[in-house]
């Protein structure tokens, strides 16, 4: 199957940094992708919708200002998470729409200290 | 929008019995169903899906069934081995791409 890597797998930061995590598609072109965030022991939630070459567009609740998205190539997006607080820490997995389902990323863990 | 609505919360079978979890969806539109497996850390993984045109598949010891009229949709495994443990989520999606996923399920199969 199709493959989307994440990086960061995990990161570590201070509250009031940013931090940007980066989701490639490596054999395929996804004009669209998502990023999820997942809180233990819960589902994953829908952050947003990147498309690229435009903005993307994000779920009621989301703060398009805080989380800022960017999709500049078929195979490449990014999420930054800017001036990350403690309640931000989470798991935030990325998928790529390929032509019959998403592909997952492995997950970024992201702690805010 | 889309609502999905998972139970049980958390099964626990013996070892060679059957599991079987539900789900329910809201919109109409919604015309793909999957079924994810994941495992503590990782990513979903792909094990089953269904489109609104087909009303039951089956892969080997897991399948699906559909019922449109109803809106609901159900995960199916059989001879359950201790390595089917993990937690399973649905999902649905409409035309726009976008999936929503249940709540998940916490499947135990005791050896």
């Known amino acids: 199957g199709a493959v989307v890597s994440q990086h960061p797998s995990w990161v570590i930061c201070k509250s009031g940094t940013s931090v940007k995590i980066e989701c490639r598609s490596l054999d395929f072109q996804a004009t669209t992708m998502f990023w999820y965030r997942q809180f233990p022991k819960q589902s994953l939630m829908l952050m947003a919708t990147?498309?690229?070459?435009?903005?993307?567009?994000?779920e009621q609740g989301v703060e398009k200002d805080k989380f800022l998205i960017n999709h500049a190539s078929l195979t490449l997006s990014t999420l930054t998470v800017t001036s990350a607080h403690p309640e931000d820490s989470s798991f935030y997995i990325c998928s790529a729409q390929g032509a019959t389902e998403q592909y997952f990323g492995p997950g970024t863990r992201l702690t805010v200290t | 929008g889309e609502n999905v609505e998972q139970h049980p919360s958390t099964l626990s079978v013996q070892e060679g019995d059957s599991a079987v979890i539900k789900c329910t969806y809201s919109?109409?539109?919604?015309?793909?169903f999957p079924w994810y497996k994941q495992e503590l850390g990782k990513r979903p993984q792909l094990i089953i899906d269904i489109r609104s045109n087909v009303g039951e598949k089956k892969d080997q010891r897991i399948a699906v069934t559909l019922n449109k009229t109803a809106k609901h949709f159900s995960l199916h495994i059989t001879e359950t081995q201790p390595e089917d443990s993990a937690v399973y989520f649905c999902a649905a999606k409409d035309g726009s791409y976008k999936l929503i996923f249940g709540s998940g399920t916490r499947l135990l199969v005791r050896p």
């Open positions: 990147s498309n690229e070459g435009s903005k993307a567009t994000y």
């Open positions: 919109d109409s539109a919604s015309n793909y």
